[in-house]
């Protein structure tokens, strides 16, 4: 019996999977804890028209970049990580966290003038009451960010691919990415970027940014416009203005869209089943896309990786990974 296309290309999928375990990946950016408390509500508090929350369960997950290493880590990659903490207990969360999954945290600097991104979440009867946020937010001084780049320039002469998580809290700055981006490309490695729309037009040169629709908008300053013409434009214009190797662009229930340089546009369709929750969703994308780019994949079997572990996480509660055999059973 001859292989169909189909089968071929499943095949293909599960070999590029295969080869993920110890694939070397640096993840570079802004690093959070994210907590959840959760409760019961039985009353109203005297003292203000606020729901009394019952505690009955507390945890904590890495969040931002520390996702992205999260989800690097469950597919088997060896990870390091380039961020910064402060010196409390949400940075020793962190790094304890880290280390236990075997990752490289060498290139984690403490700096005693911040603190570690904390974001606190509420939850009472699975809806969220209230946010609160503990962070320092604004560049790095200079001992920080010589730091930094110490750390980067040792992390990725061991690199076969990097990941640029940028939230807009500090650590990639405008010399940081210079470096990172240069430096891939002088090596021949691939560096991908989850961007932040105010700093859009420092990532030229990467090989691929992976913005949601939203944000692919807001990165262009543009109204958003409905269509799938009117995405391809934004696909193109996005190439142009990066002089990025491809774009790829996450549509939630269309699936994603992935523009390369030389012209081609694949749109790839949801493999989701369900949808429970998409939170960090765009971390499991952006790293089983760049792990498998530096599992040898091509452009096009990467995202339809991703877009299969994607299909895997919002079809499960709080923000999750995925892992080789969870995802190579998606695949088949």
Same mark, same amino acid.
């Given at each position: 019996?001859?292989? &169909?296309?189909?089968?071929?290309?499943? @095949?293909?999928?599960?070999?590029?999977?295969?080869?993920?375990?110890?694939?070397?990946?640096? %993840?570079?950016?802004?690093?959070?804890?994210?907590?959840?408390?959760?409760?019961? %509500?039985?009353?109203?508090?005297?003292?203000?028209?606020?729901? !009394? %929350?019952?505690?009955?369960?507390?945890?904590?997950?890495?969040?931002?970049?520390?996702?992205?290493?999260?989800?690097?880590?469950?597919?088997?990659?060896?990870? =390091?990580?380039?961020? !910064?903490?402060?010196?409390?207990?949400?940075?020793?969360?962190?790094?304890?966290?880290?280390?236990? *999954?075997?990752?490289?945290?060498?290139?984690?600097?403490?700096?005693?003038?911040?603190?570690?991104? @904390?974001?606190?979440?509420?939850? /009472?009867?699975?809806? @969220?009451?209230?946010? $609160?946020?503990?962070?320092?937010?604004?560049?790095?001084?200079?001992?920080?960010?010589?730091?930094?780049?110490?750390?980067?320039?040792?992390?990725?002469?061991?690199?076969?691919?990097?990941?640029?998580?940028?939230?807009?809290?500090?650590?990639?700055?405008?010399?940081?990415?210079?470096?990172?981006?240069?430096?891939?490309?002088?090596?021949?490695?691939?560096?991908?970027?989850?961007?932040?729309?105010?700093?859009?037009?420092?990532?030229?040169?990467? =090989?691929?940014?992976?913005?949601?629709?939203?944000? /692919?908008? /807001?990165?262009?300053?543009?109204?958003? *416009?409905?269509? @799938?013409?009117?995405?391809?434009?934004?696909?193109?214009?996005?190439?142009? &203005?990066?002089?990025?190797?491809?774009?790829?662009?996450?549509?939630?229930?269309?699936?994603? =869209?992935?523009?390369?340089?030389?012209?081609?546009? =694949?749109?790839?369709?949801?493999?989701?089943?369900?949808?429970?929750?998409?939170?960090?969703?765009?971390?499991?994308?952006?790293?089983? $896309?760049?792990?498998?780019?530096?599992?040898? /994949?091509?452009?096009?079997?990467?995202?339809?990786?991703?877009?299969?572990?994607?299909?895997?996480?919002?079809? *499960?509660?709080? &923000?999750?990974?995925?892992?080789?055999?969870?995802?190579?059973?998606?695949?088949?």
């Amino acid at each position: 019996m001859i292989p &169909t296309r189909k089968m071929r290309d499943r @095949q293909e999928l599960l070999r590029t999977i295969a080869r993920f375990p110890g694939r070397r990946v640096l %993840v570079v950016g802004d690093l959070m804890l994210d907590q959840y408390v959760r409760g019961t %509500v039985g009353r109203i508090s005297p003292e203000a028209p606020v729901p !009394v %929350v019952r505690v009955t369960g507390e945890t904590h997950i890495p969040g931002g970049a520390g996702n992205v290493v999260n989800n690097l880590a469950s597919l088997g990659a060896a990870v =390091s990580v380039v961020g !910064v903490i402060g010196e409390d207990e949400a940075g020793r969360r962190l790094t304890e966290h880290f280390r236990g *999954k075997g990752v490289d945290v060498e290139g984690v600097c403490v700096d005693v003038e911040r603190q570690t991104t @904390q974001k606190c979440r509420v939850i /009472a009867e699975r809806q @969220q009451v209230v946010r $609160f946020d503990r962070e320092t937010v604004g560049p790095m001084t200079h001992a920080t960010e010589t730091r930094l780049l110490a750390s980067l320039d040792e992390e990725m002469s061991r690199a076969e691919a990097v990941i640029l998580s940028d939230y807009g809290k500090g650590v990639i700055g405008p010399k940081l990415l210079a470096r990172a981006i240069s430096e891939a490309r002088r090596r021949g490695i691939p560096v991908t970027v989850d961007p932040k729309p105010e700093h859009f037009r420092r990532y030229r040169g990467i =090989s691929c940014v992976t913005p949601n629709t939203a944000e /692919a908008w /807001a990165c262009m300053r543009r109204e958003p *416009k409905p269509g @799938q013409d009117a995405l391809v434009a934004l696909g193109h214009e996005i190439l142009r &203005t990066l002089k990025s190797r491809s774009v790829l662009i996450t549509r939630g229930a269309e699936g994603m =869209s992935l523009f390369e340089a030389h012209g081609k546009v =694949s749109h790839i369709p949801t493999v989701a089943r369900e949808v429970f929750d998409v939170s960090g969703a765009g971390d499991t994308v952006i790293s089983t $896309f760049t792990l498998a780019l530096a599992a040898g /994949a091509p452009l096009l079997r990467a995202a339809k990786l991703s877009n299969h572990a994607a299909g895997i996480v919002v079809g *499960k509660l709080g &923000t999750a990974v995925t892992d080789t055999e969870e995802l190579s059973e998606a695949v088949r």
